[in-house]
């Protein structure tokens, strides 16, 4: 299970018009989402070429940041992939909040690293053609103050991270947040990211 293979699911049961994706890149997962109304944001210049571009797409050329501060419009499915550092996936996810549709979602890509150097701030060793960064830290921090909100994450594809208004009990991590580490996410995986198994996905909506 990929996470497009999820979005269209999520698309497709709550009858979703309006798509939002924050962080193109080449367009891997955009070009495979089936929905009405599709808007991309992407800051990175060499993404936006013909190449890259979809045909159809609304495209903002910015942040998500400067993309958010104009926005006025309203989204059922927002998937979060931008810059992959903890501070920004938080306000990321803040901001998708506020233009979140009743029984929309929000889906966050990479909140399941599988090594310590895919997960570093700073990026991978040279020799890893992967980086997820810091998400996770994101997610936990969610997970510990949001009751609002229904989480959990898909252990697929880097983690897919699954976002909706709803209730959740908060986790109780027993450190200042600013000082999680690795070691911290290997003890409580799956407490604190509420991590399921792919052939549970559907009993967990």
């Not at 979060?80 to 996810?93: A, C, E, F, K, S």
């Not at 407490?191 to 198994?197: C, T």
């Amino acid at each position: 299970m990929k996470r497009w293979e999820i979005i269209n699911y999520l698309i497709e049961a709550s009858e979703a018009r309006e798509y939002l994706e924050i962080g193109w890149g080449k367009g891997i997962n955009f070009k495979k989402i089936f929905c009405s109304s599709k808007t991309v944001v992407e800051p990175r210049e060499k993404f936006l070429t013909a190449e890259f571009l979809p045909s159809g797409a609304k495209v903002f050329k910015g942040t998500s940041d400067e993309f958010f501060e104009q926005n006025i419009k309203n989204f059922d499915i927002v998937f979060i992939d931008g810059l992959h550092r903890d501070y920004q996936v938080r306000r990321d996810i803040l901001n998708s909040l506020k233009f979140l549709n009743e029984n929309g979602y929000i889906i966050c890509h990479d909140i399941n690293p599988a090594r310590e150097e895919v997960q570093r701030p700073e990026g991978s060793p040279p020799e890893i053609n992967s980086w997820t960064g810091d998400c996770w830290k994101a997610w936990v921090k969610f997970r510990q103050e949001r009751p609002d909100l229904k989480m959990f994450v898909v252990d697929t594809d880097s983690g897919c991270g699954v976002i909706t208004k709803g209730f959740q009990s908060t986790i109780n991590i027993n450190k200042d947040y600013n000082n999680l580490c690795w070691e911290d996410l290997e003890k409580h995986r799956v407490e604190w990211l509420n991590l399921i198994q792919k052939k549970d996905f559907h009993n967990a909506l």
